[in-house]
């Protein structure tokens, strides 16, 4: 019994003296981890920073991407900066580009196909009309044609009649004049019809029309309707102006220049306009300068040619127009779309290689027709984003990247 108290006792305290030693080890791996801890620290925080950490990791895409996004990048160079008359303008119609739509028949409206506001293309209905004179144009048509054929048929068979002598050769003449005069009036007839407004190919089809006196305009040109002033089962004289279509892709903008200014401003000099509190600039061009004084103010009227792809602009609208009215020093130029503004920054893309975007901190002066100089941040020849910048910004922003703002 002794010696089993014994081996009990001696088994307790080894048991005692192993849990001990495991906890005097896990104590020094903690501390081991923990002076290790800051080097491992600082190797990680290597790998992150420097300049490559403040410009970001490049963004990459295919070239299928940059098609997408419509990306273009452009070399940098150093040029002229233009000299800019600054000034307010009025956004007008380009009277060039307006169509009227006019009958040139009476008649009473039938149906509409179209509505104020809406787009249409060169050659689509707008608008069909009933016309009394129109239908009896149609009927003269039917019978020069019904005339002419027979006339035609008559020649025919007299040819044969009088090459064996059966017919005289007088009747085979009359005949042939008889087909020259129907000819005639069947021409009369289709220019009536085509004065009227109908095209050849309505013309041609008349005898499978299934009504008559009904016309079709169509639109002269691709555009917007921006007049609209009829009402179904109305009577339109002739000459009366139906509808109207304003071509807007480009539009004009009326602008005031002192006289001192309109000095400096010719026709074909180029130009930008911007809208109150957007980014975005409009190409445009001078195409007049007025040659009379306005009275009241005693200005000079400028107009300007503004390219609105994006159809943007429209008339009544107010802008800012910058004109260019000389050159002054050479700086390294960048266009303004190419900026992108980022918390306090102002970054540009570069492209290093192809498909491969880094961002790029820049300081750019005072923009001038759509051109900003550079002070710092790019160099010459170095490839950068004209267009789609702000596509790379968003993407910049979803990968996480963190402005710095200084």
Known sequence: M?????????L?????TSALANEDGHGHDETNAQHDAPEHNQEHSGEHGGEHDEEGAPIELSPAQIQQAG?????????????SIT????????????????????????KRFVRLGDMVKRGQRLLTLNSSALAQAQAEYLRAEGTYRTASLDVQRL??????????????????????AAKANLAAAKAALSAYGMRSHDIQSLSQAAEYGQLTLRAPTSGTITADDFRLGQHIAAGSRLMQIADESTVWVEVKLSQHQATQVHAGKSAVVMLKNE????????????????????????RLEVQNP?????????VTAQIEAGDGEEALLIPTSAVQRQGNELIVFIEEEPGHFERREVEV???????????????EGENVVVQGAFVLASELAKSGFAVHNH
């Open 279 to 302: 980014r975005n600039i409009y190409p445009a061009k001078v195409v007049n300068v007025y040659h009379q004084l306005d009275n009241t103010t005693r200005t000079v009227g400028v």
């Open 71 to 83: 990306i273009k990048t452009q070399k940098l160079s150093h040029q002229s900066i233009k000299q």
């Open 365 to 379: 002066g005072k923009a001038s027709l759509g051109l900003m100089p550079v002070l710092s941040g790019i160099k």
């Open 87 to 110: 000034a307010p303008g009025t956004v007008t119609f380009n009277a060039y580009n307006l169509s009227d739509v006019t009958t040139l028949v009476d008649g009473i409206i039938e």
């Open 159 to 180: 040819e044969a009649l009088v090459k064996d002598k059966i017919v005289s050769e007088a009747r085979f003449q009359q005949a042939q004049s008889n087909v020259q």
């Open 310 to 318: 994006e159809d943007a602009l429209h008339p009544g609208m107010f």
């Open 12 to 16: 307790f305290i080894m048991a005692h």
């Open 2 to 10: 002794k010696h089993l108290i014994i081996i009990i006792s001696t």
